[in-house]
């Protein structure tokens, strides 16, 4: 069983920093891929970046140049800089892994419970 815990969340003010982190069960480097999203009320969930073994990290584009995405051997971290009332929301981690057999994997999806994030203007 595979769980993912966030932390790190809380109230900012425009311009502010904050450090997420999501505890992993097990090594970050056992997955495919790890990724941060965000749900801000009334809106879809949506990605803000992602790590995928083998291709390095992807942002999205109204995060690129402030929010920095990386890993260790059991946490993936989100570093949030210069943060806008725009950026208020729930952050979820994810992370994919395939399971099963090689000749058959299965992609196998998982998430956190969320950490909520405030941007105060």
């Known amino acids: 069983q595979v769980s993912l815990k966030e932390s790190g969340g809380g109230l900012v003010q425009a311009g502010g920093s904050l450090r997420l982190s999501c505890a992993a069960s097990?090594?970050?480097?056992?997955?495919?891929?790890l990724g941060w999203y965000r749900q801000a009320p009334g809106n879809q969930r949506e990605l803000v970046a992602k790590?995928?073994?083998?291709?390095g990290a992807v942002y999205a584009d109204f995060v690129k140049g402030r929010f920095t995405i990386s890993r260790d051997s059991t946490n993936l971290y989100l570093q949030m800089n210069d943060l806008k009332p725009e950026d208020t929301g729930v952050y979820y981690c994810?992370?994919?892994?395939?399971?099963?057999?090689?000749?058959?994997?299965?992609?196998?999806?998982?998430w956190g419970e969320g950490t909520p994030v405030t941007v105060s203007s």
């Open positions: 994810n992370a994919d892994r395939w399971v099963g057999p090689v000749e058959r994997p299965v992609k196998m999806d998982y």
């Open positions: 097990r090594s970050t480097f056992s997955f495919n891929a």
């Open positions: 790590i995928t073994t083998g291709a």
